[in-house]
């Protein structure tokens, strides 16, 4: 990397001149392609569902390499390597390089240790939420030159768990027991957006690694979109269930999200003024001139199928603020 970012011209001579590809490196580029072609042609068509192999191969770095102007030799069978000390970290949920090639890469070296991260991504050490890939490099150079053994991983709840399928029509939301029909179903598809935006939110601060700019906006699955500022969160109809639109300002004190009135509209939902926010649990209003006060920890949030439920509203209805600093 340079300062930070990926040197793509650097990382396309390391894989066009190191790996190992179906075509005689020698070869004009178009026999090349053919050749590769040809031979993810001949392979299983189950090694690539549910895609095709011209996907996969579309996918690959082989189009690229295919036209790579060196013709060095291709590079030497795998064999053992040196017994060097190693420490291969892993994240579980890496698909850009799956855990099955840490395990082949640490099978040639002798005694190389490898730690598969759970709940965890590409980029190991940028990505753990936990300390246990931080803590394994401390034992590992902390055993001097021989490397130190390190622990595995401890079970650890994953902090977040796939969501489930996203209501596509407000028909398909279970109201709650204390406000039944149309009002209850909009009730809980305005609770969903809420924690939808949640969730955006906190995963662009993830992402960029510190506390994101005033003006930062973002856009609601069904229109409508979310802008925060120092002073406010602002809505404008955020829309996360078709036909179900939220505009709203929620002040901002002392970093913390306070409550707001928020205004419901859209083609499918029952108009009128939920109430929630700061740091209180329930979520009182009027829906179709149907007013309540409902604790927010007894409303079970929207599900599709089979999927999981959104996680405990109680506890959502105290992150909400926080997440949207």
Same mark, same amino acid.
């Given at each position: 990397?340079?300062? *930070?970012? #990926?040197?793509? &011209?650097?990382?396309?001579? =390391?894989?066009?001149?190191?790996?190992? %590809?179906?075509?005689?490196?020698?070869?004009?580029?178009?026999?090349?392609?053919?050749? &590769?072609? +040809?031979?993810?042609?001949?392979?299983?068509?189950?090694?690539?569902?549910?895609?095709?192999?011209?996907?996969?191969?579309?996918?690959?770095?082989?189009?690229?390499?295919?036209?790579?102007?060196?013709?060095?030799?291709?590079?030497?069978?795998?064999? @053992?390597?040196?017994?060097?000390?190693?420490?291969?970290?892993?994240?579980?949920?890496?698909?850009? @390089?799956?855990?099955?090639?840490?395990?082949?890469?640490?099978?040639?070296?002798?005694?190389?240790?490898?730690?598969? /991260?759970?709940? @965890?991504?590409?980029?190991?050490?940028?990505?753990?939420?936990?300390?246990?890939?931080?803590?394994?490099?401390?034992?590992?150079?902390?055993?001097?030159? *021989?490397?130190?053994?390190?622990?595995?991983?401890?079970? =650890?709840?994953?902090?977040?768990?796939?969501?489930?399928?996203?209501? @596509?029509?407000?028909?398909?939301?279970?109201?709650?027991?204390?406000?039944?029909?149309?009002?209850?179903?909009?009730?809980?598809?305005?609770?969903?957006?809420?924690?939808?935006?949640?969730?955006?939110?906190? +995963?662009? !601060?993830?992402?960029?690694?510190?506390?994101?700019?005033?003006?930062?906006?973002?856009?609601?699955?069904?229109?409508?979109?979310?802008?925060?500022?120092?002073?406010?969160?602002?809505?404008?109809?955020?829309?996360?269930?078709?036909?179900?639109?939220?505009?709203? !300002?929620?002040? /901002?004190?002392?970093?913390?999200?306070?409550?707001?009135? #928020?205004?419901?509209? *859209?083609?499918?939902?029952?108009?009128?003024?939920?109430? %929630?926010?700061?740091?209180? =649990?329930?979520?009182?209003? &009027?829906?179709?001139?149907?007013? %309540?006060? #409902?604790?927010?920890?007894?409303?079970?949030?929207?599900?599709?199928?089979? *999927?999981?439920?959104?996680?405990?509203? +109680? !506890?959502?209805?105290?992150?909400?603020?926080?997440?949207?600093?």
């Amino acid at each position: 990397e340079v300062n *930070g970012e #990926i040197d793509d &011209a650097l990382n396309a001579t =390391t894989l066009c001149e190191e790996s190992p %590809f179906p075509f005689s490196r020698d070869a004009p580029a178009a026999t090349r392609m053919s050749e &590769a072609l +040809a031979f993810v042609n001949a392979q299983p068509a189950s090694d690539f569902y549910p895609f095709n192999a011209q996907t996969a191969l579309a996918d690959s770095i082989i189009p690229d390499c295919a036209r790579w102007p060196d013709a060095s030799p291709a590079p030497p069978p795998e064999s @053992t390597l040196p017994n060097v000390p190693t420490l291969i970290l892993s994240g579980a949920q890496d698909l850009r @390089t799956p855990t099955s090639l840490a395990r082949g890469v640490a099978a040639l070296i002798p005694d190389a240790q490898l730690l598969v /991260v759970p709940f @965890t991504g590409h980029s190991v050490l940028g990505s753990d939420l936990s300390d246990c890939s931080a803590l394994a490099v401390q034992d590992f150079f902390a055993g001097g030159v *021989g490397g130190g053994r390190i622990q595995p991983c401890k079970p =650890t709840p994953n902090p977040f768990p796939p969501t489930p399928l996203t209501p @596509t029509k407000l028909d398909y939301i279970r109201p709650p027991a204390q406000l039944a029909g149309r009002p209850g179903k909009t009730l809980v598809a305005v609770l969903d957006t809420l924690v939808d935006l949640d969730r955006q939110v906190i +995963a662009a !601060t993830l992402q960029a690694d510190e506390e994101l700019p005033s003006g930062s906006s973002f856009g609601g699955l069904c229109g409508g979109y979310a802008k925060l500022t120092r002073k406010a969160a602002i809505l404008e109809d955020f829309s996360f269930v078709p036909g179900v639109q939220l505009t709203a !300002t929620f002040p /901002v004190r002392d970093g913390r999200l306070q409550a707001a009135d #928020i205004s419901i509209s *859209g083609a499918q939902a029952s108009p009128g003024i939920v109430r %929630f926010g700061g740091s209180s =649990t329930r979520v009182i209003g &009027a829906l179709d001139s149907k007013h %309540f006060d #409902i604790d927010v920890a007894k409303v079970r949030l929207s599900r599709v199928g089979a *999927g999981g439920e959104w996680p405990s509203l +109680a !506890t959502i209805s105290a992150q909400l603020p926080r997440g949207l600093r």
